[in-house]
Nanobody
């Protein structure tokens, strides 16, 4: 059984920074593609960032230049560094990972979500 454990959310002032982490735990799991989504109140879930197994990245226009997705394959961890945060970044952030587990050739797993609030 695989879990994605998220951490790093919290309250931050506009212009501040946070780093979210997403770590696979439980059964052996090797992340192939990882994504960060967010969902603000009364808004649709939005794809924020994606990173492939070779390290290629892409971002939503709303966060380009401010957010950075990264990974450490040895730790099976994905991060989202968020700088220059704005109130409109307030949302619950979800990690999503697709990869290979001990018992499945391809598996997609979601994190539990971590809340980010940007407010003065």
């Amino acid at each position: 059984q695989v879990q994605l454990v998220e951490s790093g959310g919290g309250l931050v002032q506009p212009g501040g920074s946070l780093r979210l982490s997403c770590t696979a735990s439980g059964s052996i799991f090797r992340i192939n593609v990882a994504r960060w989504y967010r969902q603000a109140p009364e808004k649709e879930r939005e794809l924020v960032a994606i990173i492939t197994n070779d390290g290629s990245t892409d971002y939503a226009d709303s966060v380009k230049g401010r957010f950075t997705i990264s990974r450490d394959n040895t730790r099976n961890t994905v991060w989202l560094q968020m700088n220059s945060l704005k109130p409109e970044d307030t949302a619950v952030y979800y990690c999503n990972a697709a990869g290979i587990s001990q018992f499945a050739a391809n598996l997609e797993v979601w994190g539990q979500g971590t809340a980010v609030t940007v407010s003065s």
